[in-house]
Nanobody
Framework: QVQLVESGGGLVQAGGSLRLSCAAS????????VGWFRQAPGKEREFVAA????????VYADSVKGRFTISRDNAKNTVVLIMNSLRPEDTAGYYC?????????????????WGQGTQVTVSS
């Protein structure tokens, strides 16, 4: 089992920035792929970004490309999502997810472990 705990959400004005963290514990973090998803009220949970174990590979949703950056510190079992130039449409609950070799990084069904989420609200 892997336990994931997100932190760093909050209320920010449009154009502002936030830093989300995902702290992992339990089963080894080695080899695990970590992704961020978000879910707005009444909408499906959607992919935001993901990063490989070695940090060699990162992928982003088109809607956040160039504004968000995902990184990880394996020594601290932590993955960080830096969100810049935030927009009201970025408002959602943000969830950290992890999986050992997910078949498709963009699909939530590919991940085995999930955190409880942290709320991000961007005001206009």
């Amino acid at each position: 089992q892997v336990q994931l705990v997100e932190s760093g959400g909050g209320l920010v004005q449009a154009g502002g920035s936030l830093r989300l963290s995902c702290a992992a514990s339990g089963r080894t973090f080695s080899g695990i792929v970590v992704g961020w998803f978000r879910q707005a009220p009444g909408k499906e949970r959607e992919f935001v970004a993901a990063i490989s174990w070695s940090s060699s590979y990162t992928v982003y949703a088109d809607s956040v490309k160039g504004r968000f950056t995902i990184s990880r510190d394996n020594a601290k079992n932590t993955v960080v999502l830096i969100m810049n130039s935030l927009r009201p449409e970025d408002t959602a609950g943000y969830y950290c997810a992890a999986g050992y070799g997910p078949s498709n990084w963009y699909r939530k069904e590919s991940y085995d472990y999930w955190g409880q989420g942290t709320q991000v609200t961007v005001s206009s």
